[in-house]
């Protein structure tokens, strides 16, 4: 089984920019969710889609969405980019949305804003 | 509010030697909780969870609500188990990883 698989893997973008990331969650999973890493704040919780409804939120600004497809792959989007957004990009998926749920991480979207 | 605290940046054991990796969280509720693991240019994935109360590559974690600890124990250590290591809860009816800065484990020979 594929595990959850993330586009493009690396990317440079101009401050002022908008960038999109793409996530395709383990075959079956319905559940996908998004992460932000970085090396001051670690890992943090950006949004959670199940079903094409958006379930959960993290605290981060308006600029930054996703949205989720019908065959459950997923997509992140960040407008009006910031050298603060520069950072690892992670999607994880789960089979449903309990909180119980193991979450399988994909190898993650490296983003350079300058 | 949801927190996880790793209090160790760095923790540094000689292999055969037992390790333990801390963790405290803060949450008004029954919180679960998890351990994940980061092995060097591998993707994060999870060590094991306190509901499933199973021990993987030998570590094991209790969770005390007492002290709201999960804390990760092996008794002896491998060179293998160097990694990034991050304890993370996540609530109840919500699934959204609430993760600790994370510990970096380095087993010397």
């Known amino acids: 089984k594929a595990g959850v698989t993330q586009t493009p893997r690396y990317l440079i973008k101009t401050r002022g920019q908008q960038v999109t990331l793409s996530c395709s969650p383990i075959?079956?999973?319905?559940?996908v969710s998004w992460y932000q890493q970085t090396p001051g704040q670690g890992l943090q919780f950006l949004f959670e889609?199940?079903?094409?409804?958006?379930?959960n939120k993290g605290n981060f600004p308006g600029r930054f969405s996703g949205r989720q497809f019908s065959n459950s792959r997923s997509e992140m989007n960040v407008s009006t980019l910031e050298l603060g957004d520069s950072a690892l990009y992670l999607c994880?998926?789960?089979?449903?949305?309990?909180?119980?749920?193991?979450?399988?991480f994909g190898e993650g979207s490296w983003l350079t804003v300058v | 509010a949801q927190r996880v605290t790793q209090p160790e940046k760095l923790l540094s054991v000689f292999k055969g030697a037992p390790v333990e990796l801390k963790c405290n969280y803060s949450?008004?509720?029954?919180?679960?909780l998890f351990w994940y693991v980061q092995y060097s240019r591998q993707r994060l994935q999870l060590l094991l969870r306190?509901?499933s109360r199973e021990s993987i590559k030998g570590f094991t974690a209790d969770l005390n609500k007492g002290e709201t600890s999960f804390h990760l124990k092996k008794p002896f250590a491998q060179e293998e188990d160097s990694a990034m290591y991050y304890c993370?809860?996540?609530?109840?009816?919500?699934?959204?990883?609430?993760f600790g800065q994370g510990t970096r484990l380095t087993i010397n020979p």
């Open positions: 994880a998926s789960s089979p449903d949305s309990h909180p119980g749920n193991t979450i399988y």
């Open positions: 075959s079956g999973h319905r559940s």
């Open positions: 889609y199940f079903s094409e409804t958006q379930r």
């Open positions: 949450y008004s509720g029954s919180p679960e």
């Open positions: 306190h509901i």
């Open positions: 993370a809860l996540s609530g109840q009816g919500a699934q959204k990883l609430v």
